[in-house]
């Protein structure tokens, strides 16, 4: 039998339970009818025109994103603004959507265990800031480096481990220092700077780190230092492992009752680099 969107999402739902996401959150199917046979399915941290019109031309019938494209109430989805003309163009395409945001941060395993093993942190992980519901799931990861690290080598590994952008990554603090513990948090996780000095981590690497909150942190004597990634970057690796994940679990079944079920769904995920900042600009002669 053809797989229908409506089990997709019953196996996506199975890993990222959308009674995780905030009060705030927009997660779940944005558009797509439960019935529609999926056969491809992208899956890409945006879903921004560049996305939309990357998973068209491929054939997609799914689009599994990170971000919602509805975060905020809308009173209309007319084509005369970007969000609507998504909308006409998903629907049109034939192309479903579905975002799986903050259920994915805090799901065991989500967002932040595909980030910490991208940067190389080896062994067990433990949530940063445990649920109340369940120890294992939370927000951020606390790992170890499988060898000391300087803070500069560190942030080089950093570097190399996620995907590029024009933002790179930026670090405060002594770059000779000592790194072993490392707590991170994929996208924005300035809300977890007094938990990661909490936890006595050596190093704490998240994205969108503001000035004063980041200043402030470094007044503390013995905390952590910080690195500060492109907030696309920390959660792009999420990507495969939600991928990896799915399949195995449509695979499964179908390898019992019928084998050559097993290929009628192909996965992707997007390499378009949709980090809001596309440019870094620097005068001749400034340090690195």
């Not at 996620?162 to 670090?171: C, F, I, N, W």
């Not at 700077?193 to 007044?219: I, K, M, N, Q, W």
Request: aromatic share 6%; glycine share 10%; charged share 20%.
């Amino acid at each position: 039998m053809p797989t229908t969107l409506a089990d997709v999402i019953g196996v996506l739902e199975g890993f990222y339970d959308p009674s995780w996401a905030e009060s705030w959150d927009a997660v779940g199917l944005v558009c797509g009818d439960p019935s529609q046979t999926v056969s491809k399915v992208m899956f890409a941290v945006d879903p921004v025109t560049a996305v939309i019109d990357q998973a068209l031309s491929w054939g997609a019938d799914l689009l599994v994103t990170h971000h919602p494209l509805l975060l905020r109430p809308v009173s209309s989805v007319a084509a005369t603004t970007p969000k609507g003309r998504s909308i006409h163009r998903l629907i049109i395409g034939g192309l479903a959507l579905y975002t799986a945001h903050t259920n994915a941060d805090v799901a065991d395993p989500g967002v932040s265990d595909a980030f910490a093993r991208a940067v190389g942190l080896t062994g067990a992980l433990r949530p940063l800031a445990p649920s109340a519901e369940d120890p294992r799931r939370g927000l951020g990861r606390i790992g170890e480096l499988p060898a000391p690290l300087t803070l500069a080598e560190f942030a080089a590994q950093v570097a190399k481990g996620l995907p590029a952008t024009a933002a790179g990554v930026r670090l405060a603090g002594d770059p000779d220092r000592t790194i072993r513990t490392v707590a991170v948090c994929g996208g924005a996780g300035d809300s977890l700077l007094g938990t990661a000095r909490a936890a006595g981590v050596d190093v704490y690497l998240t994205a969108d780190l503001r000035h004063h909150p980041a200043s402030e942190f470094g007044e503390h004597s013995g905390g952590p230092a910080l690195i500060d990634a492109a907030h696309w970057a920390t959660e792009w690796p999420w990507l495969a492992d939600a991928e990896r994940r799915m399949t195995g679990a449509l695979a499964a079944p179908a390898v019992e009752a019928d084998r050559t079920a097993v290929s009628r769904i192909e996965t992707r995920v997007s390499s378009l680099v949709t980090d809001a900042w596309t440019l870094s600009c620097k005068p001749e002669g400034a340090s690195q």
